[in-house]
């Protein structure tokens, strides 16, 4: 079974419009962390935003926010008023064992979704 | 020069052939990492190392070989590979092996 499933292949939005991208997980592990990751045509894999599975509070970086919903293992990220330079692959992943005390430290991604930012 | 880089970008390689993926980070950091990355499937783990020693070999083919003279390089040697090992290989750091890791732009590999 995928631990991280992203059911958007392909995603457009028009510039300055926010857009969220879905990502759920399956993990039975209390303890966890998730990832997003940008990764434009150029290959480099850009860290984005983080969320632990037990902070309270969404985490938020700039225009980028994470709607975190843990009873439905949704780790969606939201982007606030999308520029063209948004348009990019986007990966959602998760590393299990977060307190336990560092002895899991993989990353599992899903299969990523593609961002178009229309002009 | 700051950050993950890569050499080469691009590589284009026979089957018969033997060549290395370079990685080096300035970042100070003390676990490195190679990932491939295939078309349409996810990011996958390839070999982890923690201060030079290796860590993870996530049941890799022998004709993938990695080497990690030191925290700040990391090499992958391949041998023989097969046209299915046309990928992009990323490298990846991170302070410790529980910390947030960072990319490199990649190797786009094709093998004839």
């Known amino acids: 079974a995928q631990k991280i499933t992203q059911t958007q292949p392909g995603m457009f939005v028009q510039e300055k419009e926010a857009v969220t991208l879905d990502c759920t997980y399956d993990?039975?592990?209390?303890?966890?962390?998730l990832f997003w990751y940008k990764q434009p045509s150029s290959g480099e894999m850009i860290f984005l935003i983080y969320?632990?599975?037990?902070?309270?509070q969404n985490a938020t970086e700039g225009r980028y926010s994470l709607n975190f919903q843990k009873a439905r293992k949704s780790a969606n990220l939201v982007i606030s008023a999308s520029q063209l330079g948004d348009s990019a692959m986007y990966f959602c992943?998760?590393?299990?064992?977060?307190?336990?005390?560092?002895?899991?430290?993989?990353?599992?991604f899903g299969k990523g979704t593609l961002l178009t930012v229309n002009p | 020069e700051t950050g993950v880089t890569q050499t080469p970008r691009h590589l284009v390689m026979g089957m018969t052939n033997k060549k290395s993926l370079k990685c080096e980070q300035h970042?100070?950091?003390?676990?490195m990492y190679w990932y491939k990355q295939s078309a349409k499937k996810p990011l996958e783990l390839m070999f982890v190392y923690n201060f030079k020693e290796q860590t993870e070999n996530n049941s890799v083919p022998s004709r993938f070989s990695p080497e990690c003279p030191n925290s700040s390089h990391l090499f992958l040697h391949l041998h023989t590979l097969q046209p299915e090992d046309s990928a992009l290989y990323l490298c990846a750091s991170s302070p410790k092996l529980v910390y947030e890791q960072f990319f490199g732009p990649g190797t786009r590999l094709t093998v004839l």
């Open positions: 993990t039975s592990d209390p303890s966890y962390g």
């Open positions: 969320q632990g599975s037990y902070d309270q």
């Open positions: 992943a998760m590393r299990e064992g977060e307190g336990s005390g560092g002895s899991n430290y993989k990353l599992t």
């Open positions: 970042l100070g950091h003390n676990a």
